[in-house]
């Protein structure tokens, strides 16, 4: 039985950035047999748009389970927590998120308040994250990250469910 885990990101198929971390973290920590499992990144442009996505995520769970009827696909939403604790709107947006996600089955991760600060332990600008994002892979910076800050269980600066996530799927090396 294959497995596909669609990952829903906030950025953009351009930049691509979310990709590049959540991709890194995977290779880094996990080990899965590349045969039986594929990664589908979808590209929001935009936090708010994820309810827009569903058309081109049935169209990747159409296409993976024509290959094999036993094949099976899990929804990802990944969102930045921004500032959720100074500002209720975003404090909303998630809880409406983490809901729609319940509701479809799917799985939420979030970076609080952003992945940069998860990954880079610092705030990027818009215009910097493609470069930024290129940079931590081509040095090989997730070597850097610390564990524990990928598998935090609530909301905290610079830290993320992700891993917490991904061990409902991979195993961890």
């Known amino acids: 039985m294959g497995l596909q885990l669609i990952f ?3 950025t953009n198929s351009k930049c691509k950035s979310d990709w590049i ?5 995977i290779e880094r920590f996990y080990q899965y047999n590349q045969t039986q499992v594929k990664f589908s990144p979808v590209y929001m442009d935009g936090k708010g748009k994820y309810d827009k996505k569903e058309k ?10 024509s290959t094999s009827k036993v094949n099976q696909s899990k929804i ?8 959720y604790d100074s500002k209720p709107g975003d404090l909303n947006f998630l809880n409406n998120v983490r809901q729609y996600c319940d509701e479809r089955g799917a799985d ?8 940069e600060r998860v990954y880079l332990g ?4 818009q215009s910097q994250k493609k470069t930024e994002s290129a940079t931590f892979k ?14 935090a269980a609530d909301y905290q600066a610079n830290t993320s469910n992700i891993m917490r996530i991904l061990d ?6």
């Open 108 to 115: 939420f991760i979030w970076f609080c308040k952003d992945i």
């Open 138 to 151: 081509s040095k090989k910076l997730i070597n850097n990250v610390d564990v524990n800050k990928l598998s």
């Open 8 to 10: 829903v990101v906030e």
């Open 168 to 173: 409902k799927y991979l195993t961890r090396k």
């Open 21 to 25: 971390y959540i991709k890194d973290t």
């Open 122 to 125: 610092k705030k990027v600008d």
């Open 56 to 65: 081109n995520i049935s169209k990747l769970i159409s296409q993976y389970a």
């Open 76 to 83: 990802i939403y990944c969102f930045d927590c921004d500032d």
